[in-house]
């Protein structure tokens, strides 16, 4: 089982937005930055946002990152048909028995 | 901009060790953490390891007794080594480049290699 909780699926009409949550512990969200990555059917992930909240260039900001507490959100607004994907939230897991973590991904279904 | 190329067998028979090396260009692989990430089917994605440039590894505490990834002399691949292959093993393997700056993430990534364990 993912240490990182996120819906199996989620879905929305094109120009709605959409909210993705990740689940955590202290140890990991409750301690650490989350990062968001983004895969396209049949390509490599792609970095979406990091340090909870943070756009790399290049990505547009319709795809905005939070955290609270031992929880993140990503949120998507103007969805796009071009936007159906799957997306993984990460971070760091502090325990002794753990290190980067991740979620076990969301569908992202543009209907 | 910087590109990864993962390369390495495509099948691997039960028991051996599975080997895959990355190529890293349009960028320096200094001050960089090295990664390897994989996703079995129906699954999530699942950190296997990472190598700073300096040499020092760090690996996920359940795959730690069978991985070794090193950092080629020539600096510009890296590899992952996993011994006694089984199933569970089959996976698309991505190799990634790691920051660690507040948090940590996985700024560029490989397109993946599929790689199957079976005899």
């Known amino acids: 089982q993912p240490v990182l909780t996120q819906p199996p699926s989620v879905s929305a009409t094109p120009g709605q937005k959409v909210t993705i949550p990740c689940s955590g512990g202290s140890s990991n969200i409750g301690s650490n930055y989350v990062s968001w990555y983004q895969r396209l059917p049949g390509t490599a992930p792609r970095l979406l946002i990091y340090d909870n909240n943070r756009r790399p260039t290049g990505i547009p900001d319709r795809f905005s990152g939070s955290k609270s507490g031992t929880s993140a959100t990503l949120d998507i607004t103007g969805l796009q048909t071009g936007d159906e994907a799957d997306y993984y939230c990460g971070t760091w897991d502090s325990s002794l028995n753990s290190g980067r973590v991740f979620g076990g991904g969301t569908k992202l279904t543009v209907l | 901009q910087v590109h990864l190329q993962e390369s390495g067998p495509g099948l691997v028979r039960p028991s051996e060790t599975l080997s895959l090396t990355c190529t890293v260009s349009?960028?320096?692989?200094?001050?960089?953490?090295w990664s390897w990430i994989r996703q079995s089917p129906g699954k999530g994605l699942e950190w296997i390891g990472y190598?700073?440039?300096?040499?020092?590894?760090n690996y996920n505490p359940t795959l730690k007794s069978r991985v070794t990834i090193s950092v080629d002399a020539s600096e510009t691949q890296f590899s992952l080594q996993l011994s006694s292959a089984t199933a569970a093993d089959t996976a698309i393997y991505y190799c990634a480049r790691g920051v660690i700056s507040r948090g940590h993430y996985f700024d560029f990534w490989g397109q993946g290699v599929l790689v199957s364990v079976s005899s």
């Open positions: 349009g960028g320096s692989i200094s001050n960089y953490y």
């Open positions: 190598i700073y440039y300096g040499g020092s590894a």
